[in-house]
């Protein structure tokens, strides 16, 4: 095995030592032709802008976390439709709107060019390439402000469903504090009761004191709407405490309707790229030469044995 291996490799060996002058001129042109067709006037040169965020203010729902929902509206039809309008990409990308099935072209063309990850410390990275490294640059700064808008009209809708809620809430409390009250005068009025137990206290004096029957009655009838009372006032007052719960609950969605919230925090800011991200030329030119060598070889191997199979069978 080891002779057959140092076989091989010495044949190897000597087909390049004889061929030499050949595979040099093989990898000379084809590195010449990969730098030619790997020049801007061949594939058209892009530059990449970049910028790593991180989610803040966002409540995550079920077992989501803030950065995947991030990431979600990040990649959103709603974002990435105000970014190809605003940026008018289908023109910009050189589709318009003779080319066939322009929508699918253009989300391929713009899914080629937008790359949005979660990164291992949750935080979302956002990597344009454009051939207009200012157009690059604008294209970050864009998606991160429509991705902020995206969710604060969420956030609203959120809010303003609550906001509905509780103001339904409070109206229904305030009636029934409202019928509390009615109830609590009209008791106090038609049975003359203004505080139960002072009353009750005097009028069991009088009883005593007199030991009439009427101050008799009359401690019997304030004994009993009394309790009446009693149970009015205690509902009264859980309700009044409810209703200031919800007040609470509902000046706070109230605000935040309001608010101008940020969902991003920007730790990486994207800047105007001065050098090309694509095509990276020097390993394209590389790739070509190791190809077109190991093709040269296998050609040249191939023809060294036809030959010697040939004078082997002559």
């Known amino acids: 095995m080891e002779q057959e291996n140092e076989f091989n490799t010495g044949s190897l060996y000597h087909l390049a030592i004889k061929w030499r002058w050949h595979l040099i001129a093989i990898a000379i042109i084809s590195g010449l032709a990969a730098t030619v067709f790997s020049s801007a006037s061949f594939i058209e040169p892009k530059f990449k802008s970049t910028a790593v965020v991180y989610p803040v203010n966002i409540v995550p729902y079920s077992n989501e976390s803030a950065t995947e929902q991030l990431l979600q509206l990040f990649q959103s039809a709603d974002v990435k439709n105000k970014i190809i309008e605003k940026f008018d990409l289908a023109n910009h990308y050189g589709l318009g709107d003779n080319s066939k099935e322009p929508n699918s072209k253009l ?39 429509e991705t902020n808008l995206k969710l604060r009209q969420l956030q609203r809708e959120k809010s303003q469903e609550m906001h509905s809620m509780y103001a339904k809430q409070l109206e229904l409390k305030k009636q029934e504090i409202d019928t509390l009250k009615v109830q609590i005068s009209k008791l106090r009025v038609e049975n003359n009761i203004i ?52 007040k609470a609950s509902y000046d706070d969605i109230t605000g935040d309707l309001n608010k101008e919230l940020t969902y991003t925090n920007v730790v990486t800011k994207p800047f105007v790229a001065d050098i090309k991200a694509y095509p990276v030329r020097w390993i394209i030119v590389l790739s070509s030469i190791v190809a077109s060598l190991f093709l040269g070889f296998i050609i040249i191997s191939f023809s060294e044995g036809k030959k010697k199979n040939f004078r082997q069978s002559h």
């Open 107 to 145: 989300i391929l063309e713009f899914n080629d060019n937008v790359s949005i990850n979660k990164t291992e410390f949750e935080s979302v990275n956002i990597e344009i390439l454009d051939k207009d490294p200012i157009k690059a640059c604008a294209i970050v700064n864009e998606l991160i402000t």
């Open 195 to 246: 505080d139960v137990y002072n009353q009750t206290r005097e009028i069991t004096r009088g009883v005593i004191n007199s030991k009439g029957g009427e101050a008799s009655k009359i401690s019997s009838t304030i004994q009993e709407k009394g309790a009446e009372l009693t149970s009015l006032n205690t509902k009264l007052d859980a309700a009044l405490g409810y209703y200031t719960k919800l």
